[in-house]
């Protein structure tokens, strides 16, 4: 255990620092505040490596991490969050390694199941997005009961994409829409941005506002790329999503904030000079 993370575990010193997360959290909530937020927590096999754990412990500490910021999002009153928790394409990792994975989530899921004080706290309805022919079925039915225990709730929404890729995302889309023609048949004219939207995972979403990704390496990896095309943030943070602590997260909102705050009274300046 580091020094710092020592100091951390004094009762004073854990009281303080919930005290200023606190403080920022309502200086947040005081300015523009994002409805949907997108997170590729991405740094777990490098956190586990580097302190010589086995790989599935690096996404224990992963899913612990993200139980933190989770909370905080609804704290500052993000509606929607967006997680990037398996792709499609990691399948084709180590067999040892894509079992501990989906084992990690069926665990997780049915601890929301009896323990479901951060989803029923916040009123936050489950959902999971991607191809469930591909899922295990214990792992299903742990979704299943997480989604039908929270589908009642409105105030906010979690979407868990397992297994996910964006370009199947795109191509769902498409085929839904020529599924649902009578004839299979679709006028291209009548094709257009709403209509592949309507279809697509996250079709009852808000637009996204800020795709945060960690571990340093900078680029989708096939997440969002439709949603993240307009009028999103991408920030790219040089840590492991483990060790992505919420002041990060919380500079980055600010940033944000700030930005769009500037936007905001632009637009009023200019609504104020067109009436004069």
Same mark, same amino acid.
């Given at each position: 255990?580091?020094? &710092?993370?020592?100091?951390?575990?004094?009762?004073?010193?854990?009281?303080?620092?919930?005290?200023?997360?606190?403080?920022?959290?309502?200086?947040?909530?005081?300015?523009?505040?994002?409805?949907?937020?997108?997170?590729?927590?991405?740094?777990?096999?490098?956190?586990?490596?580097?302190? *010589?754990?086995? /790989?599935? @412990?690096?996404?224990?500490?992963?899913?612990?991490?993200?139980?933190?910021?989770?909370?905080?999002?609804?704290?500052?009153?993000? *509606?929607?969050? &967006?997680?990037?928790?398996?792709?499609?394409?990691?399948?084709?990792?180590?067999? /040892?390694?894509? @079992?501990?994975?989906?084992?990690?989530? $069926?665990?997780?899921?049915?601890?929301?199941?009896?323990?479901? %004080?951060?989803?029923?706290?916040?009123?936050?309805?489950?959902? /999971?997005?991607?191809?469930?022919?591909?899922?295990?079925?214990?792992?299903?039915?742990?979704?299943?009961?997480?989604? @039908?225990?929270?589908?009642?709730?409105? &105030?906010?929404?979690?979407?868990?994409?397992?297994?996910?890729?964006?370009?199947?995302?795109?191509? &769902?889309?498409?085929? !839904?829409?020529?599924?649902?023609? @009578? +004839?299979? =048949?679709? %006028?291209?004219? *009548?094709? +257009?941005?709403?209509?592949?939207?309507?279809?697509?995972?996250?079709?009852?979403?808000?637009?996204? %506002?800020?795709?945060?990704?960690?571990?340093?390496?900078? $680029?989708?990896?096939?997440?969002?790329?439709?949603?993240?095309?307009?009028?999103?943030?991408?920030?790219? /943070? %040089?840590?492991?999503?483990?060790?992505?602590?919420?002041?990060?997260?919380?500079?980055?909102?600010?940033?944000?904030?700030?930005?769009?705050?500037? !936007?905001?009274?632009?637009?009023?300046?200019?609504?104020?000079? =067109? !009436?004069?």
């Amino acid at each position: 255990m580091g020094i &710092t993370s020592w100091i951390r575990t004094f009762p004073l010193m854990q009281y303080f620092i919930a005290w200023a997360q606190e403080i920022f959290m309502s200086v947040l909530r005081t300015g523009p505040v994002p409805q949907h937020v997108a997170f590729v927590m991405d740094g777990n096999r490098r956190f586990a490596r580097r302190r *010589k754990l086995e /790989v599935k @412990e690096g996404h224990s500490a992963g899913f612990e991490s993200l139980a933190r910021i989770l909370e905080m999002c609804y704290q500052v009153g993000i *509606k929607t969050v &967006t997680v990037y928790a398996f792709s499609i394409e990691n399948f084709k990792r180590p067999p /040892v390694e894509v @079992e501990a994975l989906m084992e990690i989530a $069926r665990t997780k899921l049915l601890q929301i199941i009896h323990h479901g %004080d951060l989803a029923d706290r916040f009123g936050i309805s489950i959902r /999971v997005l991607g191809q469930r022919s591909l899922i295990p079925p214990d792992v299903l039915t742990a979704i299943d009961k997480s989604t @039908e225990m929270t589908k009642d709730n409105t &105030t906010a929404i979690l979407n868990i994409c397992f297994p996910y890729t964006s370009r199947d995302d795109i191509v &769902t889309s498409m085929r !839904e829409i020529v599924s649902l023609s @009578e +004839d299979h =048949k679709v %006028d291209p004219d *009548k094709i +257009d941005e709403n209509m592949i939207e309507q279809h697509m995972f996250t079709r009852d979403c808000p637009p996204l %506002d800020i795709l945060v990704r960690t571990s340093g390496v900078e $680029r989708l990896s096939d997440f969002m790329l439709w949603q993240s095309h307009q009028n999103c943030t991408v920030e790219f /943070v %040089d840590c492991l999503w483990p060790e992505f602590e919420p002041w990060r997260f919380g500079s980055i909102l600010l940033k944000w904030s700030r930005q769009k705050a500037k !936007e905001y009274r632009q637009i009023e300046l200019e609504a104020e000079q =067109k !009436e004069l």
